[in-house]
């Protein structure tokens, strides 16, 4: 870290810097099939996109509370309106539920190969993250997570499904947690790609928001509604954490584009229903692609695979060779697992270079 004669608050200089997944050169002659960051390769809704751009009244600062986004949120997922809070991507929002609840010497719970930005926005805090091993076939495992809590756990973070490994456990897991951990811990349940999940014991979380005082629900609109780009999240939260929240983020956190384009989003369900039948015939296709090869992946409820390889070694070579042939897909040694490579399922075009590249690979390894 760069040294400053200016004094840094404990935890910040110790704080990995996020690392997204790679897009490749988008000036080369062949553009690169990206499959980095589990985007939606259909794009967003066409509707979304003429949301956009008629969002032309740059001059004048968006609605501070996202009034009219905040009640189509609810009117699509059925929820009640004034205990939702929009935010900057989720990511945001779980920077501001730790700045809230943690502070130096607290404790942030997560599973062991959760995504990272739980602990890397934990430590900007001065606390510590603790990761709590999963199953051996990468499931949450919640006498694992109930066993690490401690006098200093304050929040503890479960993505349900979960990124990179795609698995989910069932609602009914996810409530035996929730009436393990004490009172005064805030459970926060990331479901960033629940609408993905079709299984009929899943559950996003907010049923228990609705019966607690301490779960808050996280959803994004950067991976089935395809506006990454936008930065757009929101959370179902009781309404002391809506409060709380309120009361920290900024004003116009969220710009009036995508509010706009959020709306029109939730409204076009036939881009959603061809998004979603398209990322399950291609799962399907790419994961029987794998099975013919030889090669292990996670079971996979989200829009990508967790691919593993024999060694740490073989990913890496894979990764490279991939890029070599302008598919850029994702290491996840980050993440504890060094042997594996994340894929997001692309279009057929895309899955196609992506078989290809792995065939050609297993073939020369």
């Known amino acids: 870290m760069t040294k400053s004669p200016l004094k840094l608050r404990p935890g910040i200089a110790e704080a990995p810097i996020y690392v997204p997944g790679a897009h490749g050169d988008k000036n080369a002659a062949i553009p690169p099939a990206v499959l980095s960051a589990n985007e939606n390769p259909l794009g967003p809704s066409p509707k979304a996109i003429a949301a956009y751009n008629d969002a032309n009244h740059l001059h004048r600062y968006p609605?501070?509370?996202?009034?009219?986004?905040?009640q189509a949120i609810a009117d699509h997922f059925g929820l009640n309106m004034e205990r939702i809070v929009c935010g900057a991507g989720s990511d945001e929002l779980i920077t501001l539920l730790i700045r809230c609840y943690v502070g130096p010497g607290d404790e942030v719970l997560q599973t062991q190969h959760g995504f990272l930005m739980y602990g890397i926005t934990a430590k900007t805090v001065g606390a510590t993250p603790v990761l709590a091993p999963e199953t051996p076939d990468l499931h949450a495992d919640i006498d694992s997570l109930l066993a690490h809590v401690t006098d200093k756990t304050r929040i503890c973070f479960v993505a349900n499904p979960n990124n990179p490994t795609g698995t989910y456990i069932p609602g009914s897991e996810l409530r035996r947690l929730r009436e393990g951990l004490r009172d005064d811990i805030l459970l926060v349940i990331d479901a960033a790609y629940s609408e993905y999940v079709d299984a009929p014991d899943y559950a996003d979380?907010?049923?228990?928001?609705?019966?607690?005082?301490?779960?808050?629900?996280?959803?994004?609109?950067?991976k089935l509604f395809g506006l990454a780009a936008l930065r757009l999240g929101w959370c179902y939260a009781p309404e002391a954490v809506v409060d709380a929240l309120n009361r920290v983020r900024s004003p116009f956190n969220v710009n009036a584009a995508a509010q706009a384009a959020g709306i029109a989003a939730l409204g076009d369900q036939a881009h959603i229903k061809k998004s979603l039948t398209e990322n399950a015939e291609q799962m399907k296709r790419l994961c029987g692609a794998l099975s013919q090869l030889g090669l292990g992946f996670a079971p996979s409820v989200c829009n990508f695979v967790l691919i593993r390889f024999k060694d740490a070694n073989t990913a890496k070579r894979a990764l490279?060779?991939?890029a070599d042939q302008g598919v850029i897909i994702r290491s996840v040694a980050g993440y504890g697992l060094a042997n594996s490579l994340r894929a997001t399922v692309g279009t057929a075009t895309e899955n196609d270079r992506l078989i290809a590249g792995l065939t050609d690979f297993m073939t020369k390894a």
């Open 63 to 70: 609605d501070g509370g996202a009034t009219e986004l905040r």
């Open 205 to 222: 979380g907010s049923d228990l928001v609705d019966d607690s005082e301490n779960v808050v629900m996280l959803r994004t609109f950067s």
């Open 320 to 322: 490279a060779h991939l």
